[in-house]
Nanobody
Framework: QVQLVESGGGLVQAGGSLRLSCAAS????????MGWFRQAPGKEREFVAA????????AYADSVKGRFTISRDNAKNTVYLQMNSLKPEDTAVYYC???????????????????WGQGTQVTVSS
């Protein structure tokens, strides 16, 4: 079992920055690839970014590439999402999720993830 708790969401103006954190319980955090997803009202949950167990392999949705950075600290059982140059279309509830994968693997598919946090709201005003 892995419990995930997100934090760091809030209201920011367009062009601003936020840093989301996701703290994981348990001693097996480094066994999981981690992902960030988001869901806006009336839309399906979509992939934002993912990082492998080792932290060396990362992937991003085209819509956030160059603006968002995913990272992890296995010693602190935490994964981060640094969001810069925010746009109103980034407004959504952001979720972190965990999935067991081999060292270098990651996954884009929300249905593959085993554990989810409760989400944190990010609102970007124009």
């Amino acid at each position: 079992q892995v419990q995930l708790v997100e934090s760091g969401g809030g209201l920011v103006q367009a062009g601003g920055s936020l840093r989301l954190s996701c703290a994981a319980s348990g001693r097996t955090f480094s066994s999981y690839a981690m992902g960030w997803f988001r869901q806006a009202p009336g839309k399906e949950r979509e992939f934002v970014a993912a990082v492998s167990r080792s932290g060396d392999n990362r992937a991003y949705a085209d819509s956030v590439k160059g603006r968002f950075t995913i990272s992890r600290d296995n010693a602190k059982n935490t994964v981060y999402l640094q969001m810069n140059s925010l746009k109103p279309e980034d407004t959504a509830v952001y979720y972190c999720a965990a999935v067991r994968r081999s060292r270098w693997s990651l996954d884009y598919r929300p249905n593959e993830y085993d554990y989810w946090g409760q989400g944190t709201q990010v609102t970007v005003s124009s």
